[in-house]
């Protein structure tokens, strides 16, 4: 007896259930709810970009001639075609909200925030697969390499450098069931960005998506380019120094978290230091710094960085991450070339 009224609970359950989606779809009468309908006439989209191009910004983003560009590029890859039911979101909406990160203000560009959820990392992979060929290519020949050696020479007075090396943990939500796999020693949830950087604060070799739970030494260790530093791949050979017939290798400055290799250079600890110690120290100091200015310059570009980012699903924040960093290569080359070339500009 208590096993038939059992199955009949469940049964009258089951039944409710299926009225009640029943009811669902029968109450539902617009595939587009009205305030989205009104995207092209009272969205964010048409009047931002249009406000942006009378004012004539220049050095972000959302400059006009970058914002255009970047466009043009991701259109094959991310247009979409209209249906019956609705018109789809334009190749110039995904990237502006994309680029405003502007999830959690979806009225402002009328669309709604699952939407949004689903297109920023679509988007963000395809500026990643756009742009990495071209502004985020790591040297691959010895001129290339003596390219860059040249600019830490010039510019921070540190030869034979072959960049700045550094970690940065990007704070996320914990994945499901990921226990404290993610747990820094901030005591935050994070995946590790371990960055090369140039002179010029351009990322030379980007690696993301190693869990925050490990050093930065042992995020280098699982890197393709520890391996090409040990074999030597296209390094240049030892050269002078300035000033010297000494022969000296070339070598990538870094912090105390890093092992002291032949192609690692990182200060002496700070007990008591010769006055040449120190010397070398303050030199590598501002040569190594340059890693940290790029951090900072992206942070700050990009605000995403400057709190949790909330995606649990940690490939969607790796496409996200390295899509920052392209952009951040794009505009340090794109930008620096309009700001060349701008009418009018003072000479020194």
Avoid at 85 to 111: A, W
Avoid at 113 to 136: G, N
Wanted: positive net charge; glycine residues 6%.
């Amino acid at each position: 007896m208590a096993l038939e009224l059992s199955a009949l609970s469940l049964a009258i359950v089951e039944e409710e259930k299926r009225n009640r989606r029943r009811k669902i779809r029968r109450n539902r009468s617009k595939w587009v709810k009205s305030w989205i309908l009104q995207r092209q006439a009272q969205g964010a989209f048409p009047n931002l970009c249009r406000e942006l191009e009378i004012r004539g910004l220049h050095g972000g983003p959302e400059d006009p001639g970058s914002f255009h560009m970047l466009k043009e590029l991701i259109s094959p890859i991310i247009q979409r075609q209209n249906t019956n039911y609705r018109d789809c979101i334009s190749v110039g909406e995904r990237l502006m909200i994309t680029l405003r990160g502007k999830l959690q203000e979806p009225n402002q560009f009328r669309v709604g925030v699952s939407t949004i959820r689903q297109f920023i990392p679509e988007t963000c992979s395809a500026i990643y697969q756009v742009l990495k060929d071209k502004y985020l290519k790591c040297p691959d020949t010895v001129e290339q390499w003596q390219q860059v050696a040249h600019g830490f020479e010039t510019q921070w007075n540190f030869p034979n450098c072959l960049g700045a090396l550094d970690g940065k943990h990007i704070d996320i939500c914990p994945p499901p069931a990921s226990g404290s796999t993610f747990y820094n020693y901030k005591h935050s949830f994070s995946i590790v960005l371990m960055a090369l950087v140039d002179s010029s604060y351009r990322f030379l070799y980007v690696d993301a998506g190693c869990n925050g739970r490990i050093s930065d030494g042992g995020v280098f260790g699982g890197c393709s380019l520890q391996n090409a530093l040990e074999n030597r791949t296209n390094i240049p050979a030892p050269a002078p120094l300035p000033g010297s017939d000494q022969l000296a290798p070339y070598c990538i400055v870094a912090d105390e978290a890093f092992p002291l290799k032949e192609y690692f250079m990182k200060p002496y600890p700070n007990r008591r230091l010769s006055v040449q110690q120190r010397i070398f120290n303050y030199r590598l100091s501002r040569a190594w710094r340059v890693v940290e200015n790029a951090f900072g310059i992206l942070a700050n570009r990009f605000r995403v960085f400057l709190t949790t980012i909330n995606i649990q699903d940690t490939a969607k924040v790796e496409d996200i991450v390295l899509a920052c960093c392209a952009l951040h290569n794009f505009l340090q080359t794109e930008c620096a070339i309009h700001v060349r070339n701008r009418p009018g500009r003072a000479r020194s």
